[in-house]
């Protein structure tokens, strides 16, 4: 029974309590998890707080901070393996997948450790001939950042990449879904030689540690990436220090084909995008809009993709499709699976549990043309299940597209170019691929419209939203400033 523990003010320890987390694969416990306390969380970001304004940080000039990200970077690359290996130990996430996002992790925390020095202020043009006024630009100070479990080491990566870069310092809270990868993320940030309480790692349940975090006086900016109810306790729990807040929120992201698309591979990247991860992704590719014309035809080539995956073990590198992290999600799933078909969605493949140890549940397609309000196309399942739906022209893909409270991303696979750019103009959502889907890099922005958040990550602008700007007025005349009660 491996035992974690949180990072508190470059100290580990335990926690005011513990508790059991679960193998996705077996549904058995094989670890012991810190279960933080409001008073550990106080601690936490008191400790950031004063690493925030102690010169030992505070001090430390933007290029060295760029230093300390680089190593941070090359020690996560020296320990991918076995940070892939913990990730898909306690979430179930297969191990081909996890040992390539982590490796590419590194990489944002490069591309913030270049960025650190060319955060730049400006020089404003004033109207007043005898003054010099500037912008400087300033870390806001305190980050709360909370990730959920998948895909949690990149989800950090966009929010410590940055916050660090800009010079803040940052309490991250991993879910108490399959926290361990950020827990031994830990070491690697006390490795890197991060002075004490600049990064602090924890993780607990909502009512005790996310509350007390998100609520905290001392806490500047909250980075939140998870569901759109969680994000409405945060926002309000906000209104208690005021802190600015970035949310990247879930999604409900429309797969369109048009009948001139490459079938093949408009085929192939449907099934990465909603079968890749069990589809336990916020952009996941849940909904299928289909030509009419090509329905038929592009359904049988799915349906026999679908089919063929491997479904296995996620530690074996053969495994293409592994379990879903929890009991809850698979619960979830079955539930809105089987009011879809009871509200007249077609089962083309798949719709049913495993028989086997663990959370597994089949790669699921549902016709839902005849039922656009089925569950399964208004509900984020997070999980292996593609609603699809059919349409006749541009217009009706676009009313079926952005018919939705959500607004992360959408992908659009045709060949004719002005229609690709008609769509990217209309579609409602924050990151639109065509011919592709699931692309990422550190230098694009990611964020969405609408319930899918908020704020930006990657690029830039994500650096920007861990700043503050300070206007500087300096008064460059020599002449006295005269008596303003004497009239000239």
């Not at 416990?29 to 505070?58: G, H, Q, T, Y």
């Not at 982590?102 to 450790?113: E, N, S, W």
């Not at 299940?385 to 939705?404: D, I």
């Not at 922005?445 to 704020?455: D, E, N, T």
Request: hydrophobic share 40%; aromatic share 8%.
């Amino acid at each position: 029974m491996q035992q974690f523990k949180c990072y508190v003010d470059g100290v580990f320890e335990e926690g005011s309590a513990r508790f059991e987390s679960l193998d996705p694969a077996s549904g058995k416990v094989w670890a012991m998890m810190p279960r933080a306390s409001a008073s550990d969380v106080d601690r936490a970001v008191k400790a950031a707080n004063r690493a925030f304004l102690s010169p030992e940080w505070a001090d430390l000039n933007a290029t060295r901070r760029g230093k300390l990200l680089a190593r941070l970077a090359d020690l996560i690359e020296e320990h991918s393996g076995q940070l892939a290996e913990l990730e898909t130990r306690d979430t179930g996430k297969i191990i081909r997948e996890t040992s390539a996002q982590i490796a590419y992790v590194a990489d944002y925390y490069r591309y913030y450790a270049g960025l650190a020095d060319k955060i730049e202020g400006a020089h404003l043009p004033i109207d007043k001939p005898d003054m010099d006024v500037w912008l400087r630009r300033e870390p806001v100070g305190v980050v709360a950042a909370i990730v959920p479990w998948n895909s949690q080491l990149f989800l950090a990566a966009v929010k410590l990449g940055p916050a660090l870069a800009a010079g803040c310092t940052v309490v991250l809270k991993a879910s108490e879904d399959g926290p361990a990868p950020l827990l031994k993320f830990a070491e690697i940030i006390h490795q890197a030689g991060f002075p004490a309480g600049v990064v602090n790692i924890v993780t607990g349940f909502g009512a005790d540690c996310g509350q007390a975090l998100t609520q905290h006086p001392d806490v500047h900016h909250i980075a939140f990436t998870g569901g759109p109810e969680t994000a409405r306790h945060i926002v309000r729990n906000s209104a208690e220090n005021l802190a600015t807040t970035s949310l990247e929120l879930g999604g409900k992201s429309p797969f369109i084909v048009f009948d001139d698309a490459d079938i093949e591979s408009a085929a192939n990247a449907q099934v990465s995008g909603i079968f890749a991860a069990a589809g336990q992704s916020c952009v996941a590719g849940s909904r299928l809009l289909i030509a009419k014309g090509i329905k038929d035809r592009f359904l049988a080539r799915l349906k026999e993709k679908a089919e063929k995956i491997t479904i296995g073990l996620p530690d074996d590198m053969g495994t293409e499709v592994g379990p879903l992290c929890t009991q809850r999600q698979l619960d979830h799933i079955r539930t809105i699976v089987g009011k879809s078909c009871e509200q007249g969605a077609r089962l083309v493949t798949g719709g049913v549990a495993l028989e086997r140890p663990g959370f597994y549940y089949a790669p699921t397609i549902l016709d839902c043309s005849e039922v656009p309000e089925a569950a399964s196309v208004t509900n984020e399942l997070f999980g292996p299940v593609l609603s699809v739906l059919s349409f006749e022209t541009e217009e009706e893909a676009l009313r079926l597209a952005n018919g939705t409270a959500f607004g992360l991303a959408a992908g659009v696979f045709t060949q004719n170019l002005t229609r690709a750019h008609r769509m990217i103009r209309k579609l409602q959502a924050g990151v639109v691929w065509v011919n592709t889907y699931r692309a990422v890099s550190p230098i694009a922005a990611f964020g969405g419209y609408g319930l899918s958040g908020h704020g930006r990550e990657g690029g830039l602008q994500a650096a920007l939203d861990y700043t503050t700007t300070k206007t500087v007025w300096l008064r460059t005349s020599d002449e006295p400033i005269h008596d303003p009660f004497v009239m000239r």
